[in-house]
């Protein structure tokens, strides 16, 4: 099984909104990501987690915060987000220890009004 | 650091036609390969994937790409397409550290009947 899940399938907010992304994986995978992916562009990294702890934070703004309460789930937190962060929001796993494929969700698909 | 550069970005053939999507990478250490389809409205599925071993590597609906070290290339291929390949696909790139993948810019392909 090589599944990752990711909740809700499409999200609409306003710019004063809080929301959160969630993502769950069951594969044992002890290492998690957050994307962002806008429209005909490859994915960019915006989160890592290893070992539920954060490794990777590519100068993401902090309207964006991560949280990993254990090793199966990473959320999302989504607070005063401006329209241009409007995109698809990808979850992706792996399995660390010389594994690095990663595995990727279906998405969120996130509009800011 | 490492690059990925998918040559071309958009790639039109004809219904059971063979095909290859070029890929070319730079990295001053040994990398790991990676070809990723997307689909419309959907998250990013691995396709097949270069950690070591012999250069040619198969992997689902047909696909398979060698790798090339002498021209730094992970070039992917089908001897004949259908319809449902029309997709994006990227080729991934990521060191042996194995935290962060780098992602070319995507090539499109478009089968027609």
């Known amino acids: 099984d090589t599944e990752v899940t990711q909740t809700p399938k499409h999200l609409v907010m306003g710019m004063t909104n809080k929301k959160s992304l969630k993502c769950e994986q069951h594969?044992?995978?002890?290492?998690m990501y957050w994307y962002k992916q806008k429209a005909k562009k490859p994915p960019e990294l915006m989160f890592v987690?290893?070992?539920?702890?954060?490794?990777i934070n590519e100068s993401v703004p902090s309207r964006f915060s991560p949280e990993c309460p254990n090793s199966s789930l990473l959320n999302l937190h989504l607070h005063a987000l401006q329209p241009e962060d409007s995109a698809l929001y990808l979850c992706?796993?792996?399995?660390?220890?010389?594994?690095?494929?990663?595995?990727f969700g279906p998405g969120t698909r996130l509009t800011v009004t | 650091a490492q690059s990925v550069t998918q040559l071309d970005s958009q790639v039109p053939v004809f219904e059971e036609a063979p095909v290859e999507l070029r890929c070319n990478y730079s990295?001053?250490?040994?990398?790991?390969l990676f070809w990723y389809v997307q689909y419309p409205n959907q998250g990013l599925q691995l396709l097949l994937k270069?950690?070591?071993?012999?250069?040619l590597v198969k992997g689902i609906n047909g696909f398979e790409a060698e790798f090339n070290k002498s021209q730094t290339s992970f070039h992917l291929r089908k001897p004949s397409v259908h319809i449902s390949d029309t997709a994006e696909y990227f080729c991934?790139?990521?060191?042996?550290?194995?935290?962060?993948?780098?992602f070319g810019g995507g090539t499109r392909l478009m089968v027609k009947p």
């Open positions: 992706a796993s792996s399995q660390g220890q010389g594994r690095w494929e990663q595995y």
């Open positions: 594969m044992g995978h002890r290492a």
């Open positions: 987690y290893s070992y539920e702890k954060l490794s």
């Open positions: 990295s001053s250490v040994s990398v790991y």
């Open positions: 270069y950690l070591s071993g012999s250069t």
């Open positions: 991934a790139v990521s060191d042996n550290a194995g935290n962060m993948l780098t």
